[in-house]
């Protein structure tokens, strides 16, 4: 009996073969402690320097990064993915919201493991280590890091946007720009100076040389206050209880419906049992 090892990721559960190696392929989004005991609701609001409105602590970010050649042979090699849109989470202690994600797995080009670490930041700023600019500003970073045991390559892009770029008055932020990566120019207009590198080769890849756009956008979560949840939880251990009173090999199902009036039924599909 082949034994195999199941590994839960963010992306559900990756099953392989245990004896095909103690190399454990992953996929994790990390927080600091600290930020992971700071109430994360998007209907939290806090106050921003760089807008007249206050600000959710969870923004939204859409991209479409994994569409670098590099990176995607990555995600393909290793059954792997990352979305298209990931939560940008506020930090107390560092006053910016961010999302930052390890992939660790197979390198598809040589006969190593690599990790990609990606890193978003949003933040408003009057001055950083990266752009000293002076006054209030909106600053958003991008890095990507492929390390390679000792070796270690980062691609950088660090932008700043003028307060009334970003916020609209008493409407919720959407804030869409976008990165020229063969031109290195950002649209709208940045304040001045942007920061650029790619030592990775993300953008070199001919799908950027096709279509050299990157766009990003950052909006608000949307809450709605009006969904109704039903605690299904009784029904789900009624069908656990059915399953273990039955012989396995029959290989029931129960199905747990609920209406959209909100009615709650259980039901145990038993196959028959082939004839004697």
């Given at each position: 009996?082949?034994?195999?090892l199941?590994i839960?990721?963010?992306?559900?559960?990756l099953v392989?073969?245990?004896?095909?190696?103690?190399f454990?392929?992953?996929?994790?989004?990390t927080y600091?402690?600290?930020?992971a005991l700071?109430t994360q609701?998007?209907?939290d609001?806090i106050l921003?320097r760089?807008c007249p409105?206050t600000?959710?602590?969870?923004?939204?970010?859409e991209?479409d990064?994994a569409?670098?050649?590099?990176?995607?042979?990555?995600?393909q090699?290793n059954a792997?993915?990352?979305?298209?849109?990931?939560?940008l989470?506020?930090?107390?202690?560092d006053?910016y919201?961010y999302?930052?994600?390890s992939?660790v797995?197979?390198?598809?080009n040589?006969p190593l493991?690599?990790?990609?670490?990606i890193?978003f930041i949003?933040?408003?700023?009057?001055?950083?280590?990266?752009?000293?600019?002076g006054?209030?500003?909106w600053e958003?970073?991008?890095l990507v890091s492929l390390?390679?045991?000792?070796?270690?390559r980062?691609?950088r892009?660090?932008?700043?946007f003028?307060?009334p770029?970003?916020?609209?008055?008493?409407?919720l932020?959407?804030?869409?720009?976008?990165?020229?990566?063969?031109?290195q120019q950002?649209r709208?207009?940045?304040i001045r100076?942007?920061?650029y590198?790619d030592?990775?080769?993300l953008f070199?890849?001919?799908?950027?040389?096709?279509?050299?756009n990157i766009?990003?956008?950052?909006s608000?979560v949307f809450?709605?206050n009006t969904?109704?949840?039903?605690?299904i939880s009784?029904?789900?251990?009624r069908?656990?209880q059915m399953?273990?009173d039955r012989?396995?090999?029959?290989?029931?199902?129960?199905t747990?419906t609920?209406?959209p009036n909100?009615?709650i039924?259980?039901?145990e599909?038993?196959?028959?049992l082939?004839?004697t």
């Amino acid at each position: 009996m082949e034994t195999q090892l199941g590994i839960l990721g963010d992306h559900g559960t990756l099953v392989v073969p245990a004896a095909m190696s103690a190399f454990i392929v992953s996929s994790t989004a990390t927080y600091p402690f600290e930020d992971a005991l700071y109430t994360q609701s998007p209907e939290d609001r806090i106050l921003a320097r760089c807008c007249p409105n206050t600000m959710p602590l969870l923004f939204s970010l859409e991209h479409d990064l994994a569409r670098a050649n590099m990176l995607s042979q990555f995600l393909q090699r290793n059954a792997l993915s990352i979305s298209d849109t990931v939560e940008l989470h506020y930090s107390k202690s560092d006053n910016y919201w961010y999302f930052s994600h390890s992939l660790v797995g197979f390198s598809p080009n040589a006969p190593l493991t690599e990790e990609w670490l990606i890193v978003f930041i949003f933040q408003c700023v009057t001055d950083s280590a990266d752009l000293t600019i002076g006054g209030t500003y909106w600053e958003f970073k991008m890095l990507v890091s492929l390390i390679q045991g000792a070796n270690r390559r980062t691609s950088r892009f660090v932008a700043a946007f003028t307060s009334p770029t970003v916020c609209v008055r008493s409407k919720l932020l959407a804030f869409t720009f976008t990165l020229s990566t063969q031109a290195q120019q950002v649209r709208p207009e940045p304040i001045r100076t942007i920061v650029y590198t790619d030592e990775v080769g993300l953008f070199k890849s001919q799908e950027f040389i096709e279509r050299e756009n990157i766009v990003f956008k950052i909006s608000e979560v949307f809450v709605d206050n009006t969904q109704e949840f039903v605690d299904i939880s009784p029904q789900i251990e009624r069908a656990m209880q059915m399953s273990r009173d039955r012989i396995p090999v029959n290989r029931n199902t129960v199905t747990v419906t609920v209406a959209p009036n909100g009615t709650i039924t259980t039901t145990e599909n038993v196959p028959a049992l082939p004839p004697t």
